[in-house]
Each structure stands twice: as C-alpha cells, then as structure tokens.
C-alpha cells in the first residue's frame, strides 16, 4: 500500500524566516495526487496545495512544493514565515483507485516572532 | 465551511447510542468518515462511492455508516468507549475523475467532537 513520511515533528521558526516540512513517499500506483492540508487549532484539515504533475511548482498562499517523483518527495516551503502559519500540517497522497488518502504523521509549525 | 454540514458538532456520551449526520451540496460521488484522535492524522474509517460501501477499515463493529443517498452520511455508534473520543469528520471527493490536481482531494466538513465519559 501507500506510506507517506513526514520526518518532522515539529519545526519551530522564527517569523520572517524561511520554513521547510519535508515530504516523501511510497506507492505502487502510477497515477498519483500529492496534497498538503493544513489543520489549524479546533478546526478541520482543509487543502493548502495540490499537485500531480512530476517537477511543476506549485503555490498557494506565499507556500509552494514540486513534486519530484525521481526522489519520490514532495516538499512544503515558505521563504517568509508568518505568525499565522502556526498549524499542523498533513501531506497526503491519493491513487486513482478512490480509496481515499493516505496521510503522513504531520508536521507542527510553530512561528515564534 | 459550508458545504459539508455536520451534526451534531459536540457531544457527550456515557455508555450510550448516538448518530452522526453528515451532508455534501458538493455533488460528488464518494463520502467518507474520518476519525481523528488528539495529535494523529485522519483515519479512514468508511468510504462510500455512489452510496456502495467499498472499503470498510478495520473498525469495531459498535461503528455502523449508512448512505441514504448520495449527498448524505450517517454514523451510528452503539455503546461507545472511551477510546472512541475523537474528532469525527466527514469528507468527500469527487472519485474516479483523475484529468487534474483536483481530483482526490477531500473537502472535510467542520467535525464532530466526541467525547466519552
């Protein structure tokens, strides 16, 4: 089946600078979709970026990831961290076979200013 | 979030029955339920897609979904356990669509807190 890493815990930044999350992944599906979902205190997991496209830039919201399959990796930055970016974040992946997605363990960012 | 609807969003329970309820005016074809402990991911617990169950977890048989039609979702759960509080969120997606970075992606609703005593 799907597995999806998420090496980090937690990353604590301080506002205005640059923040990584790392992504990897294992699938035996040829047709994959890579999302990150950000899920803020009490609320619900809502999409942040999506990508199915090998080394397209993906951006939303000043966050942008390529997915690059040859590494199997689908990374989150932002080169400015902002105190609202305080958040768990999930990546996730889905096949073409709708058994729904398959989540990393997540990330918790912490923007200290 | 209003297109994925809940109810109810907090309850509750001792040793008790209760139903979650869940609607979509998404019009997609696939619904979920979705439970989420304190600091884990979301775990798949049902999937529907056009209101046949096709992928049923490991879950204990005290969990039992219903799909009266394609919009809407129910949870009904039987002599709960404190092991059962959680967040349960309902989602959907539009499945079996794979030409864009759209497809797959799950809308969750707001949740329903359950909190057993």
């Known amino acids: 089946g799907d597995s999806v890493t998420q090496t980090e815990g937690l990353v604590t930044v301080t506002e205005g600078l640059p923040v990584k999350l790392n992504c990897t992944y294992q699938?035996?599906?040829?047709?994959?979709?890579f999302f990150w979902y950000v899920q803020y205190l009490n609320e619900a997991p809502q999409v942040l970026l999506k990508?199915?496209?090998?080394?397209k830039r993906t951006e939303h919201q000043g966050f942008h990831a390529t997915l690059h399959k040859s590494s199997s990796s689908f990374h989150l930055q932002k080169s400015s961290a902002q105190l609202s970016d305080s958040a768990l974040y999930y990546c996730a992946l889905g096949n073409n076979y709708a058994q729904g997605l398959t989540f990393g363990l997540g990330t918790r960012v912490s923007v200290f200013p | 979030n209003t297109k994925i609807t809940q109810s109810p969003r907090y309850l509750i329970l001792g040793r008790a029955n209760k139903s979650l309820e869940c609607e979509q005016h998404l019009g997609h074809n696939a619904m979920y339920w979705y439970k989420q402990s304190a600091e884990k991911p979301p775990e798949l617990m049902f999937l529907y897609n056009l209101k046949q169950l096709i992928r049923n977890e490991t879950v204990p048989s005290r969990f039992i979904p219903e799909c009266p039609d394609s919009s809407k979702l129910l949870l009904h759960i039987s002599a709960v356990d404190p092991e059962d509080s959680a967040v349960y969120f309902c989602?959907?997606?539009?499945?079996?669509?794979?030409?864009?970075?759209?497809?797959?992606?799950?809308?969750f609703g707001e949740g329903s807190k359950l909190t057993v005593l």
């Open positions: 990508s199915s496209t090998d080394n």
């Open positions: 699938t035996t599906y040829l047709t994959i979709a």
């Open positions: 989602a959907s997606s539009q499945a079996r669509d794979w030409g864009g970075a759209n497809t797959g992606q799950l809308y």
